[in-house]
């Protein structure tokens, strides 16, 4: 497979990974359009370390990262969209609520918590992949994880009554 059929391979997974972080369909096909822009003009200076998913995944963070700096030196609008709902399937009324809590829950993580999350539950990477894709210590990465699920099971009531009860340190339970 060339580099170019890789790349074409990784438009799908960098569309949902862009609208899963953006929330906004058309400013995600800006970011993904941006991102093979820049691999399609960068591909000579690939050096075939590691996947071309990665290294576009990178790409795309970068980018992201960009924006982000670029927003927040001047005034900006934000519109939020439902664009999630393209993510669920149709069900049963009570999982399409849960889904929707989960969806809400996961917008109102902090933007690298999120990050974390989609790489891996959405897109499947592995710790190592994922932390490469965002630059991190693969320790780093499971931390951000770690918080991430913990924020979400406590934001949708899935906090297990062990983690939630306080411990009583230095008293013997019967």
């Known amino acids: 497979m060339t580099v170019l059929d890789e790349i074409e391979a990784a438009i799908p997974a960098l569309r949902r990974y862009a ?11 800006d970011l993904v359009q941006d991102c093979l822009e820049r691999a399609l003009a960068r591909r000579a200076g690939w ?12 790409i795309l963070v970068n980018l992201h990262h960009d924006g982000q700096r670029q927003r927040s030196r001047g005034p900006h609008l934000s519109v939020v969209g439902d664009d999630m709902a393209e993510f669920s399937r149709p069900g049963a009324q009570e999982g399409h609520m849960a889904l929707r809590e989960v969806q809400a829950a996961i917008t109102r993580l902090p933007d690298d918590q999120r990050q974390a ?4 539950a959405l897109e499947g990477m592995s710790l190592v992949e994922a932390a490469a894709v965002l630059g991190l210590a693969e320790g780093t ?22 983690a939630v009860r306080p411990r009583n340190e230095g008293t013997v339970q019967p």
């Open 117 to 120: 999350l989609l790489l891996v």
């Open 47 to 58: 050096r075939g370390e590691g996947s071309v998913r990665g290294w576009m995944f990178r």
């Open 141 to 162: 990465l499971a931390s951000r994880l770690g918080r991430a699920r913990a924020s979400l099971r406590a934001a949708t009531g899935r906090e297990s009554a062990k």
């Open 19 to 29: 609208q899963a972080l953006l929330r906004d369909r058309a400013a995600a096909d």
